[in-house]
């Protein structure tokens, strides 16, 4: 429904709940096809940086609490709130490539495995996230777990600029020299953050010349197995290697439970690909594989297809994460347990190397550790919601004294609080805040006011 009345210009749509058109919409806004029970006042579908402007005002005129959605796949729905305005700005989706200065801009709404192609074609990289359709809006804020990634970092320190729209319904530049707290804060605060982003302005890389994979598969029994050797070698991984971890209870070449170690490769020549894959090719545990596969040359393209095979559309998802440094053996008991009650595929669980380098630029991004563990339950039909709901929180509950926080890219915060940035960090938001949105004019993270 198109009401001309409200101050939302031109091409902006506006639905009211209960009118015609809504709720489509707002089932719309959400990937994870478990849709909570949450409802807006209002949608509005931004199209112009104009329209998201016009759209704050409104909010700020009806006092309405805004929530801002770019590609939806926040597994917690965290844009779907009770009342306020819900702002979709999935339209703002236009990037732009300057290839000599290695700088891109694009707009929140865009995916990143778009953008990436749109690089590509111009033989540049930036770490976009490992699945197809999630936009760079929320994966940019919440820090951002790339490709490449623990090579470039979190891809939110690749971020440059940002155009915002603050609480006041301004258009505003943030980046190191101009509104630096906003700049700061947008690098990590993820759904908690208090502006809207219409344009990201990005450092680009020169494209790795070899990408690819080296991948063995082992059945449940040598779980422990596993996990010893990958907690051993995690910290002497080359960075230009993501070792990726997938327990599922179809891995692939075993036919039933198991653990897929996945180990894509970003580098500049084959010398250095075999290189970096020794620790791979080397390891004790490889003739024992169910499958093994030294190097698998792959373009981005292939990547993204083998990983989506763990998220198919239209499932029903609950997840949750947790950073440890922990050790192996106070680890395994929780892990042993995530693997008895590890439901059907795609449900999986990943252990990500991550072994961060120990300086990090000043940004609200602040909570990382040696290894990331992620629980994903994924399930089909609504009637199992009470068999799988709530797996992913209770075995992450369990294992909390060995976390030191959470990752907001998979969280779980309105069920299951978590630190997800330091707390001196988290004071200096919550004074930006402050500062930049006094009437909290946007909703906070959810499971916090
Ligand atoms: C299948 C799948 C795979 C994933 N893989 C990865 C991965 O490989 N690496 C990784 O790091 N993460 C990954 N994620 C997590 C994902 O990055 C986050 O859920 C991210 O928030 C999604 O961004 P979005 O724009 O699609 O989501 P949205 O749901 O639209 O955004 C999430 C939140 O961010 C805020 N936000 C979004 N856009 C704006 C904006 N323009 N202005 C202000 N605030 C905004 C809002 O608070 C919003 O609720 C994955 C998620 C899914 C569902």
């Known amino acids: 429904m198109l009401t001309s009345h409200l101050d939302v210009p031109h091409e902006g749509r506006t639905f009211r709940r209960g009118a015609p058109g809504y709720e489509e919409r707002r089932r719309a806004t959400m990937w994870n096809a478990r849709v909570p029970d949450r409802y807006p006042e209002v949608i509005v579908q931004a199209r112009t940086e104009r329209d998201v402007v016009a759209a704050v005002k409104l909010a700020r005129r009806e006092g309405l609490r805004i929530g801002v959605r770019s590609g939806g796949h926040s597994w917690a729905g965290n844009h779907l709130r009770d009342g306020g305005l819900l702002l979709d700005v999935s339209g703002l989706d ?24 749109m690089l590509g074609r111009h033989s540049l990289f930036f770490p976009t996230g490992h699945c197809k359709g999630v936009c760079v809006g929320g994966y940019l804020l919440q820090g951002g777990f790339g490709w490449h990634g623990r090579a470039l970092g979190p891809a939110c320190m690749s971020v440059i600029g940002l155009d915002l729209v603050t609480a006041d319904g301004e258009r505003v530049y943030a980046s190191a020299e101009e509104n630096a707290d906003l700049y700061w804060a947008a690098r990590g605060s993820g759904p908690g953050f208090f502006c809207v982003v219409t344009r990201f302005h990005l450092r680009v890389y020169e494209k790795p010349e070899v990408t690819g994979f080296a991948f063995q598969s082992f059945p449940m029994s040598r779980m422990e ?31 039933g439970p198991g653990i897929e170690v996945f180990a894509p490769v970003f580098a500049g020549t084959a010398r250095e690909t075999f290189d970096a894959l020794a620790f791979m090719n080397e390891s004790a545990l490889g003739p024992s594989a169910a499958l093994k596969a030294d190097f698998i040359p792959a373009t981005l393209p292939l990547l993204y297809s083998a990983v989506m095979h763990h998220y198919p559309d239209d499932h029903r998802y609950a997840v949750d994460n947790m950073w440890t440094h922990a050790p192996i053996d106070d680890l395994l008991p929780g892990l042993r347990k ?9 449900s999986h669980v990943l252990w990500l190397n991550w072994a961060p380098p120990p300086d990090r630029p000043d940004m ?30 209770d075995r992450m509950r369990e294992m909390q004294p060995l976390a030191s926080g959470c990752q907001l890219a998979d969280e779980n915060l309105g069920k299951r609080p978590a630190r997800f940035v330091t707390s001196e960090n988290l004071a200096r938001l919550d004074r930006i805040r402050g500062d930049r949105d006094p009437k909290h004019s946007f909703h906070a993270w959810m499971g916090r006011p």
Do not use: C, H
């Open 338 to 346: 995530i693997a008895e009650t590890l439901p059907p595929p795609p």
């Open 94 to 117: 236009e990037v732009t490539i300057d290839r000599k200065a290695r700088r891109a801009t694009t707009g929140p709404g865009r995916a990143g495995n778009e953008l990436a192609e």
């Open 225 to 255: 197995d596993v996990f010893r050797w990958a907690r051993a070698v995690g910290p002497s991984v080359p960075a230009s290697v993501e070792l990726q971890l997938v327990m599922t209870r179809n891995a692939t070449g075993v036919g």
């Open 364 to 393: 609200a991004f602040s909570v990382e550790d040696d290894i990331y563990i992620a629980l994903y339950a994924g399930w089909r039909r609504e009637k199992d919601d009470d068999l799988y709901a709530s797996w992913a929180g």
